[in-house]
């Protein structure tokens, strides 16, 4: 039995994160599904384990890890002699442009592709109708950030450096379902992006996780 | 002369959040200031340092470091055995704890807080009138966030346990500005938060930042 519990859901792109990581670190895990259309994640016994009452959560022995990005630093750190290395922890320097470019997707990049992924995939499931101006406003910013990692990613062949890490694997969950909406193009059009794109998500961690990413593929 | 140079400003939130945790670690630090109002971030020398435009940013030697949570761990990291330990790096588990919770100011506290400071400092140097809707919607979301901090600091004295941390300390140029705000009363009126705010903010580290935070003074 896996000694790692992973409460979640795999078409959830914060679970996904998790998920991706824990195939690249080669660990075991158990999914522990989490049922969002009853609220079991504003019960009691889930808000014990996140009080913000979001998935997903890692439970390994005593210790309850939650946020996405902080199980994966976690996990990479946990288990750093074994698969990937996400982190390079042993090199200040290394781990630093790591963090840089972490930061980065979860300050620049985040924020812009949130909005258009929540307005494609969830506005509709909530009988809300897609608000274009929205979207309009975030493809605009999403595009000025994926030009800096165009220029970037003609320096280094991903984004920390020459050596996929957590920078580059957090983002991949929206990437993906970013991807499945009719403005992929933005992606698409900048090649070196798109082919950073290509080759991380032809990696055998993320092709499992991708399997289970079935939002809005009804 | 220092070896350290920080470019940036001393009322801008992120600066400041570098600013306070090189005094925390007792480090020498150069300040360079840029000039916003001639767009000085956006000439290409500054887009050298930093291709999104913003500060701060840390020079130390080879090293050029951006974005102000990447910049705070690095100087935690480089100068672990002086001045204040903010990140526990000995300890997994505490370290995972300072993670999370500078996780949570990252993805929870600073997107509610942010359109707030936004509106009330910025928006009228902008020539904009002040969107109380979107105020109003922050500020219930704040409120739902410090009720999980006021739970949690029953609990331990600071966020990530009964040490202060970049969890907390991150947090500090928001909040100080925030009560300078007419919604203040957000945190008073939640007496553990109200009492951490007060043990943090008078830290000597912070209290010499705090000089110079003028922003919205005038």
Chains 1, 2 share one sequence.
């Not at 679970?15 to 075991?28: A, D, Q, S």
């Not at 599904?33 to 009691?44: E, G, I, M, N």
């Not at 922890?89 to 592709?113: C, G, R, Y």
Request: glycine letters at 6%; one cysteine or more; hydrophobic letters at 40%.
């Amino acid at each position: 039995m896996a000694s790692l519990k992973l409460h979640g859901l795999p078409m959830s792109s914060c679970t996904t994160r998790v998920m991706i990581c824990l195939h690249e670190k080669g660990v075991e895990f158990e999914l522990v599904p989490v049922d969002l259309f009853t609220a079991q994640h504003k019960q009691p016994d889930f808000l014990s384990k996140n009080p913000f009452g979001q998935i997903p959560v890692l439970e390994d022995g005593d210790l309850t890890i939650f946020e996405s990005r902080a199980v994966t630093e976690y996990v990479s750190k946990k288990f750093k002699d074994q698969g990937t290395d996400l982190i390079r922890q042993d090199s200040l320097e290394e781990s630093t442009l790591v963090k840089i470019w972490a930061e980065v997707e979860s300050q620049q990049f985040n924020p812009v592709i949130n909005p258009i992924i929540y307005q494609f995939f969830v506005a509709p499931l909530q009988g809300k109708s897609l608000d274009q101006a929205i979207i309009d406003e975030n493809l605009e910013k999403l595009g000025k950030v994926l030009d800096v990692y165009e220029e970037k990613l003609g320096k280094t062949k991903y984004l920390a450096g020459d050596f996929y890490s957590l920078a580059d694997l957090h983002h991949m969950p929206y990437i993906f379902y970013f991807m499945k909406t009719p403005w992929a193009h933005v992606v698409n059009e900048r090649p070196k992006v798109k082919a950073w794109w290509e080759d991380i998500s032809s990696r055998d961690a993320f092709k499992k996780v991708a399997e289970g990413m079935k939002f809005g593929d009804n």
